[in-house]
């Protein structure tokens, strides 16, 4: 006697979305409404693993209706139920207050989503709850706290070192002048002109720290191919030979609230470290830069979730962010080029976190793209 056979992912969903349409669209409890605002994935179940509840980041992840899952066994949607049931038993037992553990989720005609599971028996008797964060997600959450601290951490710290340095900078440039004032010699002057040289390029690099934050930050509507426009015309006009700016626009995405100017300098700057990254490739004529926008929905980052974001990527196909800065990129100072200030991406990411988004990194030789996120209205 054949053994019974076991079900792909496919027919589960079959067999769940089924189930699911024969009932009637599920009244939501307004005491689980508060969980369709969260970011983590969430159901709500009986001890046996029926689904009383699920919230919409679920639906998105699973690629069902909030109607199909209701009524269904949780425990139908991992590759391994086992792990769930054995969850559920402890909390009918009343073993644990809550327990952890990884897992996979099984996706419709996609790949299993890793994710780290936590079950805890809500205060409603018979109910359990369990909460499903992508494991991708908790990396990223991370990844951006880190940011967030750094540029705070980069914010301060450039204020102060700027102050400290304006001051003895301005004595040293005032001193070379007179001094200059009193020398005769030729040669002594060269000197002297050397110090108020360099104190004026520091003077120049010290205001550019500071830009960021002397600036006002004037708001109106924003047209991002606007900005792309501007900014690709202005490269164009750079590197007029070699290199090829391609437009891939979402044409569908809305103005939003912005300062104008700020964002052209912030895409900017990121084109412009592009096109200087692309200098072996411009000579051999196959140098490219993609402008790429799109809409991004239910997105979480900056530790908030948003409904609408812009997605803007700056793609360019050079030799990738050197190994050793990839984790420092939006540090100040810190440049993969010769002679770079290492200030771009530094503004870059403030201006960008001005307008409440984040700018994040992804690079391997062949391919680096910056991903600009912007909460969209």
């Not at 056979?5 to 409890?29: C, I, M, Q, T, Y």
């Not at 290199?243 to 895409?267: C, H, M, N």
């Not at 793609?315 to 770079?340: H, W």
Request: glycine residues 6%; charged residues 25%; aromatic residues 4%.
């Amino acid at each position: 006697m054949g053994g019974l056979k076991k079900p792909d992912a496919s027919s589960l969903f079959n067999l769940v979305a089924r189930r699911g349409a024969a009932r009637k669209e599920p009244a939501v409890s307004p005491r689980f409404q508060a969980l369709d605002l969260l970011a983590t994935l969430v159901a709500v179940v009986d001890h046996q693993g029926k689904v009383l509840y699920a919230n919409a980041v679920l639906e998105d992840a699973l690629g069902m209706s909030r109607r199909s899952i209701t009524g269904a066994n949780l425990q139908d949607v991992f590759t391994e139920p086992v792990l769930l049931d054995n969850a559920l038993q402890g909390a009918r037992d009343n073993e644990f207050a809550a327990l952890r553990y990884d897992a996979h989720l099984r996706r419709l005609n996609h790949d299993s989503l890793p994710v780290h599971v936590v079950v805890a028996q809500n205060e409603n008797a018979g109910e359990v709850v369990v909460e499903m964060l992508p494991q991708e997600q908790q990396t990223r959450q991370e990844r951006e706290a880190r940011l967030l601290d750094q540029a705070q951490a980069n914010k301060e710290l450039i204020r102060n070192l700027a102050h400290e340095i304006k001051n003895p900078l301005g004595g040293i440039r005032g001193a070379a002048q007179l001094l200059q004032m009193e020398l005769q010699a030729k040669e002594l002057i060269e000197y002297t002109q050397v110090i108020i040289h360099e104190a004026d390029r520091l003077q120049s690099l010290v205001d550019r720290l500071l830009a960021p934050h002397r600036r006002p930050h004037v708001v109106g509507d924003v047209n991002i191919h606007e900005v792309c426009e501007r900014v690709r015309s202005l490269i164009l006009a750079e590197f007029p030979r070699g290199l090829k700016v391609v437009r891939d626009y979402d044409t569908s995405i809305p103005e939003f609230r912005g300062d104008r100017e700020q964002l052209i300098q912030a895409v900017l700057n990121i084109t412009h470290n592009a096109a200087q990254a692309l200098a072996e490739r411009i000579e051999a004529g196959d140098a490219r830069i993609t402008l790429r926008t799109r809409v991004g929905r239910q997105l979480t980052f900056g530790k908030q979730r948003y409904r609408l974001a812009l997605e803007l990527h700056v793609i360019d196909n050079g030799p990738g962010v050197p190994d050793s800065i990839k984790d420092r990129i939006f540090f100040p100072l810190v440049s993969g080029r010769d002679g770079g200030s290492g200030l771009g991406l530094t503004l870059a990411q403030t201006f960008v976190q001005q307008h409440h988004g984040l700018i994040e990194c992804e690079s391997v030789p062949g391919e680096t793209d910056f991903k600009i996120l912007i909460p969209l209205p």
